[in-house]
């Protein structure tokens, strides 16, 4: 899941969005961090096009890479190892550009930074890449595009109003999201799998509701790393209590899985996120979060592409029909 939070868009991915990370609802839009600034005088240059295309490419395509990495290397341990890598690079590069004091947070700041990661990056990330071990790439990351939706409820029972059309779309990409499960009530693919992306959609709204509503640092750079340092920790832990470590041989991991995993560190966490950090700042928010339902798109497409995965009506349609009630969420949010 792309791989981010409101406050981070780094870890959307993911995989389950930056929001590091895999679709990254804000507390006050449940397609993107409410910090979207207003376009560049004179209209949108191409600066702005080539970072929101490196956005739809490289998050959708993060689905296909987990599809690649879990093939042959334990899942919980890939996450880790990806979030380890990206959280080390990440602070890196703060202090090398602004020093040790960079990364300074509260206690408070920290706790949140690391609860937030916790639901982001291994409820949320973490049940993606489980479920991708039977769950066509494709077909998870257009039930993964439902985040926005959850958002919406799950404001709802913190109190928030919600618009009649706003509801309307929640109603309508929950019809496809009946209908993308058909394949699993079928038995084409294992309901369990499609139950656990359904789970890490539902996690991962939670973390971007959370982060809009606890004491994040405020630097969203900054936050990443924290929240990437949490995911990395809970994803090894969790993979240690699975026995994963001591079945793992690193010489029987095929050399597409270890592409694979760099690809996720390097581009889906560290290129897409600067790129999606730096578009909040200087494009439209409406336009940034069209990000939500293009990466189903292009995930759907490259698993097609790729990995032969089939496009069944069920997928298709209840794609479809999920990428429309997000479409019609976010343009009555914005």
């Known amino acids: ?62 689905y296909l890479a987990i599809r690649v990495v879990v093939e042959t290397m334990p899942p919980l341990l890939s996450g880790a190892l990806r979030f380890g890598a990206a959280a080390l690079l990440l ?11 960079a990364l300074r947070v509260t206690r408070a700041q920290f ?8 639901l982001l990056l291994v409820g949320g990330n973490g049940l993606v890449v489980l479920a991708e071990r039977t769950v066509p790439s494709g077909l998870a990351a257009l039930m993964v595009a439902s985040v926005p939706l959850w958002v919406v409820l799950l404001r709802r029972l913190f109190g928030a109003r919600t618009g009649g059309s706003t509801l309307a779309g929640v109603l309508l990409g929950l019809v496809g999201l009946v209908v993308l499960t058909a394949p699993g009530l079928t038995g084409e693919v294992g309901l369990s799998g499609l139950l656990l992306v359904v789970g890490a959609a539902v996690v991962w709204a939670l973390g971007s509701v959370l982060a809009g509503r606890l004491p994040m640092p405020a630097d969203p750079f900054v936050a990443s790393v924290y929240e990437m340092l949490a995911g990395a920790v809970g994803a090894l832990v969790l993979s240690f209590a699975r026995g994963e470590p001591g079945d793992f041989d690193p010489a029987a991991v095929s050399a597409g899985s ?7 560190v390097l581009f889906g966490s560290i290129v897409a ?52 009630g997000v479409f019609l969420v976010a343009r009555s949010e914005r």
């Open 1 to 62: 899941m792309s791989a981010t939070s409101p406050q981070s868009p780094a870890d959307a991915d993911p995989d389950c969005p930056p929001p590091a990370a895999d679709a990254d609802p804000a507390p006050d839009s449940p397609a993107g961090n409410g910090k979207g600034g207003p376009a560049p005088s004179g209209g949108l240059g191409a600066a702005v096009w080539a970072a929101l295309g490196i956005v739809y490419v490289v998050w959708g395509s993060t």
């Open 91 to 101: 602070g890196v590069g703060l202090t090398v550009r602004q020093g040790w004091g």
């Open 111 to 118: 706790a949140s930074a690391f609860l937030v990661g916790v």
């Open 258 to 264: 270890w592409a694979g995993l760099v690809y996720l």
């Open 273 to 324: 996120f600067t790129s999606y950090a730096w578009l909040l700042q200087r494009a439209p928010l409406p336009l940034v979060a069209t990000y939500a339902y293009v990466n189903p798109v292009v995930a759907v497409f490259l698993g097609w592409l790729f990995l032969s995965e089939a496009l069944t009506w069920p997928i298709m349609l209840g794609g479809a029909i999920v990428v429309g």
